[in-house]
Structures are given as structure tokens and as C-alpha cells.
């Protein structure tokens, strides 16, 4: 088992930043995928981004492209999500998940996801 603890949620302005974290325990990090999804109420949880397991290869979800960063400190098992020029539609719980695979943006392919912080942004 791998467990999964996020942090850094909160209420911010649009345009604001924020900067999520994620520790991962349990199991060897570096051999995990890693990836953000969220879920805004009434919605399905969608893709954010993803991470190889080295960080060198990284995927967004078009919606975050070019506003949003993932990387990860494998030294401190830990995946980060920064969230830049943030938008009311980003408003969701986000959940950090691993896969065993190098990397991906299926949901259905990640084995432990966390219990998600709430990232609320107000307009």
C-alpha cells in the first residue's frame, strides 16, 4: 500500500496562486507514476496532470496548460501541483494519485489516490 496525504488547499482570488503538495509513505516512490485529478461538485473527476516516475516526462489536461505545473522531489517523496493564474472553474477537490505504470492520464489506471484538499477560487 501506498499512502497519499495533499495539502496546500485553501480560498484564493481569481488570478491567484496556490501551491498543492502531496507526501507519499508506504511504498518506493521513485517506482510510481504520479498524477492530480479533480472534481468539481456534480462533475466527474477529471485529468489535471501527470508525472513520469523520474519527472522527467510531465502531461496536462488542455484546461491547465500553460497555467499549472507538476513536479516531484523522489528525494522527499513528494509530488507538487502549482497552480498558477487560477480561474472559479478551477474550483474542485483535487486528489493525487499513483500508478505502477511509467505515467498516465486514465484514472482508472492509478492504485492509490489520497483524500483530496478543496481548492476554492473565488471571482
Known amino acids: 500500500q501506498m499512502q497519499l496525504v495533499e495539502s496546500g488547499g485553501g480560498l484564493v482570488q481569481a488570478g491567484g496562486s496556490l501551491r498543492l503538495s502531496c507526501a507519499a509513505s508506504g511504498r518506493t516512490f521513485s517506482s510510481y507514476g504520479m498524477g492530480w485529478f479533480r472534481q468539481a461538485p456534480g462533475k466527474e473527476r477529471e485529468f489535471v496532470a501527470a508525472i513520469s516516475r523520474s519527472g522527467g516526462i510531465t502531461y496536462y489536461a488542455d484546461s491547465v496548460k500553460g497555467r499549472f505545473t507538476i513536479s516531484r522531489d523522489n528525494t522527499k517523496n513528494t509530488v507538487y501541483l502549482q497552480m498558477n493564474s487560477l480561474k472559479p472553474e478551477d474550483t474542485a477537490v483535487y486528489y493525487c494519485?499513483?500508478?505502477?505504470?511509467?505515467?498516465?492520464?486514465?484514472?482508472?489506471?492509478?492504485?492509490?489516490w489520497g483524500q483530496g484538499t478543496q481548492v476554492t477560487v473565488s471571482s
Open positions: 494519485a499513483g500508478t505502477g505504470n511509467y505515467y498516465s492520464h486514465r484514472s482508472y489506471e492509478y492504485d492509490y
